[in-house]
């Protein structure tokens, strides 16, 4: 018994692993387009108290409820906001691509500490936005000591109001 392969099984052998290749190379297209496509717009922080960046990342998912649920985990996203996710929109399988390769582009991305992104802040800018539900009790100017001090002791009141909550009555 020789130890030789055939050259036509080497052959057919070889043919076939191209044909497998190319085919699952279409199945894993077809399978991509099968996915439903979103494009979901989040605030995204670390651009200073009060504002946020407009980002927008593209996701695969079933539907626009996992989108969003998947969107609010990516990093940079103001996780702690109730209304981090501004916007879920449902997108086609080249719109998907071309999203994401112009999303490679935007340095606010790219930025991996605040020396880089400080560097880039002019490019960056017109997609900060001040955010309307950061609200921050402030004495304004012209008010003399008194004043400020009140809006304080208001401000320590409003914060120390359920601290005692958990207590037992009596204890």
């Not at 190379?25 to 991509?32: G, M, Q, V």
């Not at 020396?115 to 997609?127: D, L, N």
């Not at 009790?137 to 409003?158: C, Y």
Request: charged share 30%.
């Amino acid at each position: 018994m020789s130890n030789k392969i055939p050259k036509y099984f080497v052959s057919s052998v070889k043919s076939l692993q191209s044909w497998i290749y190319i085919n699952i190379s279409r199945l894993k297209e077809l399978i991509a387009m099968a996915i439903n496509f979103f494009e979901v717009k989040a605030k995204c922080g670390h651009v200073g108290r009060g504002y946020y960046y407009e980002g927008i990342f593209y996701i695969k998912a079933e539907n626009a409820k996992e989108a969003a649920a998947k969107g609010r985990l990516i990093p940079r996203v103001k996780h702690d906001h109730k209304d981090a996710i501004l916007s879920v929109i449902p997108l086609t399988y080249a719109e998907f691509k071309a999203g994401c390769e112009e999303r490679g582009n935007i340095p606010y991305y790219r930025c991996n500490n605040k020396q880089e992104q400080s560097e880039i802040y002019e490019v960056i800018a017109c997609g900060i936005v001040e955010d309307p539900e950061f609200l921050q009790e402030r004495p304004a100017e012209g008010f003399d000591r008194k004043d400020r001090l009140a809006v304080l002791r208001r401000m320590e009141r409003k914060n120390n109001k359920y601290r005692n909550y958990y207590e037992p009555i009596g204890a």
